[in-house]
Nanobody, 117 residues
Framework: QVQLVESGGDWVQPGGSLRLSCAAT??????????ALWYRQAPGKQREWVAL???????DYVDSAKGRFTISRNNAKKTVYLQMNDLKPEDTAVYYC?????????WGQGIQVTVSL
């Protein structure tokens, strides 16, 4: 059974940085040809898309993350990353990774990121 295991979440002060990792374990076919995404959800709010990286390497971000977040992937390690810089209190949320394609849709369990003094 394919699972996405997230790590790297923590508490950090405003202006700090974190790198989230999302590693695919178990059998997964075509990791490299699927989209990899990050989402986040704060209490009382809907889940929000944050970042996307396609198999081509093309990336996109929600406006609030542009210039601060960088999504990347290592297909050999079957891992996707989210580098988060200049973190703000409004970035506080549970972050979820996702591998999505025409024949696969797998979510991670979620990992807490807290940005506060």
């Amino acid at each position: 059974q394919v699972q996405l295991v997230e790590s790297g979440g923590d508490w950090v002060q405003p202006g700090g940085s974190l790198r989230l990792s999302c590693a695919a374990t178990g059998m997964i076919s075509g990791f490299s040809i699927n989209d990899a995404l990050w989402y986040r959800q704060a209490p009382g709010k809907q889940r929000e898309w944050v970042a996307l990286i396609r198999s081509s390497g093309a990336t996109d971000y929600v406006d609030s993350a542009k210039g601060r977040f960088t999504i990347s992937r290592n297909n050999a390690k079957k891992t996707v990353y989210l580098q988060m810089n200049d973190l703000k209190p409004e970035d506080t949320a549970v972050y979820y990774c996702r591998i999505q394609g025409r024949r696969v849709d797998v979510w991670g369990q979620g990992i807490q990121v807290t940005v506060s003094l």
